[in-house]
């Protein structure tokens, strides 16, 4: 592939990027608020908002095999982002389904997250083809980089919407904030289009799951697949409920909401380059360690006061922390995958 070409490909995964992260901030960003609007009850917002993520990650399992029978990266990824968008049309419309609305939300957003990450390996190879190997650092900085800061304002755009349109005409913001989000990844879906495809070719030998389930606590590896479910299963016992607890028992508005969440992001993207240093001048393990052991405190700040400037201190803290446990785990990753 000539550098020409290449430039090409690279600019319009930047702008996929930027789509893309522009209908997670107007969509998936609002899943929960949604279906606390819809009167979902408890039970049923802990789904919404851990169900459909995990089932996701299970099928992800299943990427190899499907990557074997469609055997194109680009036309996988082309199938899974365009039924990922086109998920947002019956989560738009959920009224027409009268009682039976909540448990088909679920079953939409679902689908949804099972088709966007099945493709996520297939995804992540094609780049790897795609982006030279002295550049990946510094050119997945910047998408990451223009990548967040779409996804910052689109989601603080969509919570000033449904603010603009609370009341009797939430339901229109609901509608309008999904629509964009649905556009949004059409148009991201066009750009993934015009990008080309190195040729590939599929190995015959596979790392086969038994092999990873024999060695789960005797490699590196394995063990850090341990942690990392142990970390987000305890995760997710809270994380669903943060939302429905802002919205329900605090009385937030939209536009408070907005604020108190997109603090977190815009802290986690704005110190990702720190953490970089960090990871670089010390290792990744002890950056992984020190903010592992911070990670638990995050939740519990919650406890103490429902005061707007100390929640703002809670998220800035979690920004921070979590901006760091991400990089670190995806790069010990990287270092401990056969």
């Known amino acids: 592939m000539n550098r020409k070409t290449t430039e090409k490909n690279l600019l319009y995964s930047i702008f996929d990027g930027t789509f893309y992260s522009i209908m997670v901030g107007f969509g998936e960003s609002f899943f929960m608020a949604f279906g606390v609007f819809l009167k979902a009850n408890i039970f049923q917002q802990g789904l919404i908002g851990s169900l459909p993520q995990s089932l996701g990650y299970f099928f992800e399992l299943f990427s190899d095999r499907l990557l074997r029978t469609i055997k194109s990266r680009k036309l996988m990824v082309l199938i899974g982002a365009f039924l990922q968008g086109l998920m947002y049309i019956p989560v738009m419309l959920i009224f027409l389904f009268g009682e039976n609305k909540i448990p088909l939300l679920i079953l939409f957003i679902s689908i949804y997250w099972i088709v966007g990450m099945i493709v996520s390996p297939a995804w992540n190879s094609w780049m790897t083809d795609i982006v030279p190997v ?12 223009i990548a967040g800061i779409a996804s910052f304002i689109a989601y603080v755009l969509g919570g ?8 009797q005409f939430e339901y229109i913001g609901y509608i309008l904030i999904f629509g964009v ?3 949004s990844r059409m148009v991201s879906f066009f750009f993934l289009l015009k990008q080309d495809e190195p040729k590939y070719v599929l190995t015959i030998e596979r790392y086969k799951f038994r092999t990873f389930i024999s060695s789960l606590f005797s490699s ?9 479910f142990m970390l987000n299963f305890s995760v997710q016992v809270a994380a669903p409920f943060f939302i429905p607890y802002m919205l329900n028992d605090l009385k937030m508005s939209y536009l408070t909401l907005t604020i108190i969440t997109a603090t ?5 993207y704005m110190t990702m380059p720190a953490w970089w240093k960090l990871i670089d001048k010390y290792g990744t393990r002890v950056v992984l360690k020190l903010t592992g052991y911070l990670v638990p405190i995050v939740p519990i700040l919650w406890v103490f006061s429902s005061n707007f400037y ?3 201190f809670a998220q ?14 995806i790069n010990f990753m990287f270092d401990a995958t056969p």
């Open 181 to 183: 989000a649905f556009v």
């Open 316 to 329: 800035i803290l979690s920004g921070l922390v979590w901006s760091g446990f991400e990089l670190a785990s």
């Open 160 to 167: 000033l919407v449904l603010q603009t349109l609370g009341g």
């Open 220 to 228: 590196n590896f394995g063990r850090f697949t341990v942690y990392m």
């Open 310 to 312: 100390y929640l703002i």
């Open 134 to 145: 002295k550049e990946r650092g510094m050119y997945f900085g910047k998408r990451t980089k």
């Open 264 to 268: 977190a992001m815009i802290v986690k």
